[in-house]
């Protein structure tokens, strides 16, 4: 896939008020700092289409961007990180519940991007998170974060301890992508899932 357009749409706290539903969508979330805003300005070619910040937590709205709006379109959602971040704690209650909510009854949300952040040993938020979205039996892919931070032997040895912890519960292991904002790696594996999802599911 070739994004030959990306544009902001709006922001939104609440996921009755987000876009119309006739649109496939994808989202992204993450801890705080995983990278996300960096990713998505990778996928779509832009530099700041998604704001980035040194700051965790900058993200704080449901934000939709639509993708080829003249061609085959499809809405790609900046969601908040999720896990540290230095803001009040009823701040980040108000974004766990929005979050939630639009995860699970956005119905024209075909995949959830988890980003995990390649340099740490599994962390147990990820871990919890992508419990509850199997239990929900919410669709999602993992995206490896930063793989280019560390040698290919280190990268290797985490994914691995991901994917042994994974094993223990699940009978099969989510799809996951390997990615680096700086060698550009991941983008076009990205993409093509996102094609042939959008080619394979009709929204009715």
């Known amino acids: 896939m070739k994004i030959t357009s990306a544009q902001f749409v709006c922001s939104n ?13 994808y989202a992204f979330i993450g801890r705080s700092n995983v990278g996300k805003s960096s990713l998505i300005n990778l996928l779509t070619a832009q530099k700041d289409l998604a704001k980035t910040s040194s ?3 900058k993200t704080q709205l449901i934000n939709h961007f639509i993708i080829n709006e003249l061609t085959n379109p499809w809405y790609l959602v900046d969601l908040p990180g999720y896990g540290y971040a230095k803001v009040a ?15 699970s009854y956005r119905s024209n949300l075909l995949c959830l ?9 599994p962390q147990k938020i990820d871990l919890e998170f992508m419990d509850w979205l199997g239990n929900n039996e919410i669709p999602f892919v993992i995206a490896f974060t ?7 032997r280190v990268l290797t040895e985490n994914i691995n301890k991901y994917l042994f912890i994974l094993r223990k519960t699940w ?23 996102i094609e042939q999802t959008n080619n394979s599911v009709k929204l009715v």
């Open 171 to 193: 009978d099969e292991i989510p799809n996951y992508f390997i990615t680096s904002v700086t060698l550009k790696t991941g983008k076009e594996e990205i993409l093509s899932f």
């Open 89 to 103: 704690r009823s701040i980040k209650n108000t974004w766990q519940k929005f979050i939630t909510d639009y995860i």
């Open 55 to 57: 700051k965790p937590g």
């Open 146 to 152: 930063k793989s280019d931070k560390m040698t290919p």
């Open 113 to 121: 991007f988890v980003l995990i952040d390649s340099r740490h040993e």
């Open 13 to 25: 706290t609440e996921y009755k008020k987000c876009p119309e539903k006739k649109i496939h969508e």
